[in-house]
């Protein structure tokens, strides 16, 4: 592959402490000439899901003048699903939910759907990594946002790919989202979970199946975990929590 079909590879990820409460954002840029820009920045009072919207739209700010095909990796669901087809239909329904409620984080939705336009139609491409299982793109840009969430100093990286520490090109080969459970179950009648819901230090995380939850928690002192059966139980089970229930 010639250096000029090579994508501008990107990391981005976000954290509350709290949510709400103080956060940050970060993100690792790779250009196609060898090239490694890390980039932070923090929010006072903030939630996850603002976090990790905060980190896509600063990079594309970033990058506005820079042409090119971009390859985003992100472990949040949140932003995937909500750029790639929940977006539409809160427009269509003028920035309301399916239930009727105002779409959460609407200002931050608006500024990455009109950043993701400019780059035209395949300029981006979205990939979901699962976080905190090693890959070292997301595992640095996790370090990123943790230390400005929590006012830690963190050194950010500016200069050759050959310099840079991290193994940023060691991609995972699967970066589909997780496909939801479905809505029942044939053989025995019964509903079939919505989600499962864990909480690890502060950081709140949805899971598709209940191995990938209990892998999450398992062993980690003062974690929590629950199967929700809907979106609207989802929402309860964050709001007893004191966290914040995701849109869509």
């Not at 699962?130 to 400005?148: K, L, M, Q, S």
């Not at 310099?163 to 179950?185: F, H, M, N, Q, W």
Request: glycine fraction near 12%; hydrophobic fraction near 35%; proline fraction near 6%.
């Amino acid at each position: 592959m010639s250096t000029s079909e090579q994508p501008i590879v990107v990391f981005t990820d976000g954290a509350a402490k709290g949510n709400p409460g103080p956060g940050g954002w970060g993100a690792v840029i790779l250009t196609p000439d060898g090239r490694v820009t890390e980039l932070g920045g923090r929010s006072p009072h903030t939630t996850n899901n603002q976090m990790e919207l905060t980190g896509p739209i600063e990079v594309l700010m970033r990058l506005r003048r820079t042409p090119g095909a971009l390859a985003i990796y992100t472990d949040s669901t949140y932003v995937i699903r909500g750029i790639r087809e929940w977006i539409w239909a809160w427009r269509k329904r003028n920035w309301k939910t399916a239930q009727g409620g105002d779409v959460l984080n609407r200002e931050l939705w608006e500024r990455l759907g009109a950043l993701v336009a400019e780059r035209g139609t395949g300029g981006i491409e979205w990939h979901y990594v699962r976080g905190h299982t090693g890959i070292p793109g997301n595992e640095r840009v996790d370090e990123i946002a943790d230390a400005f969430a929590l006012e830690r100093r963190v050194t950010l990286y500016d200069g050759p790919l050959i310099r840079y520490p991290i193994p940023l090109l060691d991609l995972p080969e699967d970066t589909s989202v997780p496909k939801r459970p479905a809505g029942s179950s044939s053989r025995k009648g019964k509903t079939a979970p919505y989600s499962y819901l864990s909480v690890v230090d502060d950081q709140v995380m949805r899971h598709a199946t209940w191995a990938e939850c209990e892998r999450r928690v398992k062993g980690r002192s003062g974690a929590r975990f629950k199967k929700a059966m809907s979106a609207d139980d989802e929402r309860a089970i964050l709001r007893a929590w004191g966290l914040e229930a995701p849109d869509g």
